[in-house]
């Protein structure tokens, strides 16, 4: 299991404390100052790039600027900051890297943004209190959910406009495509329950109910498609769901609050960033139990791997 460690690095933002956490092998190396809430977080395709949503909180008064800021990943130095609207929170990027899109949760909007020149090409309002965004494999679809509304906003990536609302279950919070891009899988906090769109009807097909003690946030899908994973949030675990019959067929154990997940590039292994414990929980897939806990900042939120 160590040697699946080193293998990999990993970039955690830590919303509390305003940083973003290095990890290689089982322990932080670096930690880059980022601004005052850095939450959600996306690698550049070529992995040169770790780009970062920066908001504030909204009890306390903004000392820094709500932005995206890109990192150098061999340098870990900022060096670049983009204007992406005002309390940003999810972002996403498009599969040739040539733009982001980002939630913006107190605007009620989702920005889209040139990496090149830093321009932004659309602001387009989407649900209530925006933070989940994906874009489809294709780059055609950007889905952002509604936390309030209980909606899934779909914007063509190319018109740059809203061409739906899709309804789902109480409070959304991440949202995934499949590698086809015929369906995702949104996670719904509230309702305890994972709902599957289908892309090209625009409709939930289906709502997988997990454990009651199940709050569900961050979602992951294999390359091959047929696995999703789910951070169960409270739930302190990691769901594994079977696309050929969208039925949890694993409860693996992570850290406390689990929110954001990623899958290691073999998909062997699992990290969930645990807001509530600090820590990043290693979990070995096969084994289906927790290996390994790495401690980082204040409230980690989002987990990203490094190439």
């Known amino acids: 299991m160590t040697s699946l460690l080193l293998a990999a690095v990993l970039f955690v933002t830590n919303e509390r404390a305003g940083t973003l956490s290095v990890i290689a092998g089982n322990r932080v190396t670096n930690t880059v100052r980022v601004g005052v809430r850095p939450r959600g977080l996306v690698l550049s395709p070529d992995g040169k790039r770790v780009y970062v949503a920066v908001s504030h909180f909204r009890d306390k008064p903004a000392k820094e600027r709500d932005e995206v800021v890109a990192v150098d990943t061999a340098t870990l130095k900022i060096v670049r900051r983009y204007a992406a609207g005002t309390d ?3 972002i996403a990027l498009a599969p040739d890297g040539t733009w982001f899109a980002v939630s913006n949760e107190d605007a009620g909007t989702a920005s889209i943004v040139s990496t090149r020149d830093g321009k932004t090409i659309a602001a ?5 209190e925006p933070e989940g965004i994906a874009v489809s494999p294709d780059g055609k679809w950007v889905y952002v959910t509604g936390e309030t509304s209980n909606t899934i906003t779909v914007i063509d990536a190319t018109a740059r406009k809203v061409v739906a609302n899709i309804f789902v279950d109480a409070r959304p919070r991440g949202v995934a495509f499949t590698p086809d891009g015929k369906r995702a899988y949104v996670t719904c906090e509230v309702a305890g329950s994972v709902n599957v769109v289908d ?19 961050g979602v992951a899908v294999t390359r091959d498609g047929r696995s999703v994973f789910a951070a169960t949030g409270r739930g302190n675990a990691v769901v594994k769901i079977d696309t050929a019959t969208d039925r949890v067929i694993q409860t693996i154990p992570a850290g406390n ?8 590039r073999d998909e062997k292994t699992i990290y969930t960033a645990n807001g509530l414990s600090n820590d990043l929980s290693v979990i070995d897939v096969a084994a289906g139990r927790p290996v390994a806990s790495i401690k980082v900042g204040d409230g980690p939120w989002g987990v990203a791997i490094g190439h």
């Open 257 to 264: 609050r689990s929110w954001g997940i990623a899958l290691s």
């Open 88 to 90: 940003p929170e999810g």
């Open 124 to 128: 387009l309002v989407t649900g209530t």
């Open 199 to 217: 892309v090209a009807a625009r409709r939930v097909v289906r709502r997988i109910k997990l454990r009651p003690v199940d709050h569900p946030v």
